[in-house]
């Protein structure tokens, strides 16, 4: 346990001095921010207010203010949870400078296990993205308050915490894979900007899941990402969302909440939120197995 928690330590400390590592964690959030601000953020809202002001007797400033926010909080639940693909990413980082300097080699001589070694990788990218997804939340969620979101409620708050820790183990385990794959930096800089790019269409922030053709709506719930970002969404959403559609019939807001991926259906059957946490955990236990097996395969390929 000694050996495990001083190489975890190891690898976060690495993690955590490089501060262009720790900039490009946040690279992703950056991007769906400026284009929310900037591109997306108005679409929405205009839509919801189109879809308000079908009905009589509604006040339509009101209407687009909530819009705003519920549109505020909805992207800010969908950044918490692909923060955790990218800081995963990022630590793995240290993992790949090792196998490259040659410090790994170095690493599995000393008299420590390689599942140890494995472990304190892993363990390393869970904890920063934990870190670094609760800081996201607490960011996010007073930027919000300041903009009118009420506060969110202690039970909230760690119900919140635990969704960060499912999501961040899922993405350790399966970025772990993905950087056990990657034997060079070029490689794995070259799949970071994939991953980058992709997590934000995966989970369904900067196009809706409603939009998207139905081939790769299934596509999209073949990946981890839309059932973390759905998730977080029907959380942080909650409140606002029944205020902005107060008034407003069960059917449409059940459309509404579908059409942006807060409300999921796999097989024409509702996704429920014990079922999305039962898909996350089996996609980071797959991957875990998957870890397993390249460690044993890496025995050969490391040395």
Known sequence: ????????????????????????SFLSMLIIIGLMVFFIADAHVDSITQLLGAFEGRDPDMDKKNAELLILSWTCAGIISINAATVTLAVYTVMIKDRVQGKLSSIYTAPVSRTVITLGYVAAAWV????????????????????????????????????????????????????????????????????????????????????????IARITKCTPAIYGTAMFRSVMSKDILEKTFDGVPDDVVESYRKMMGIDLELFDKAVSEGMQWTVLIAFGAVFMVLGVLLLKYGKKTDR
Not at 191 to 212: E, H
């Open 1 to 24: 346990m000694r050996q495990f928690l001083v190489f975890t330590r190891r690898n976060l400390r690495i993690y955590f001095r490089d501060k262009g590592a720790v900039f490009f």
């Open 128 to 215: 920063a993205s934990l870190i670094m997804c609760t800081l996201t939340l607490f960011i996010t969620e007073l930027y919000g308050v300041t903009k009118g979101l009420d506060a969110l409620s202690l039970p909230v708050h760690l119900k919140l915490f635990g969704m960060i820790m499912v999501n961040s183990f899922v993405y350790a385990a399966i970025m772990y894979v993905m950087a056990a794959l990657a034997k060079t930096e070029g490689a794995w800089s070259g799949l970071g900007t994939i991953v980058g790019t992709l997590i934000g269409f995966l989970g369904g922030i900067y196009i809706p899941l409603g939009t998207l053709s139905q081939t």
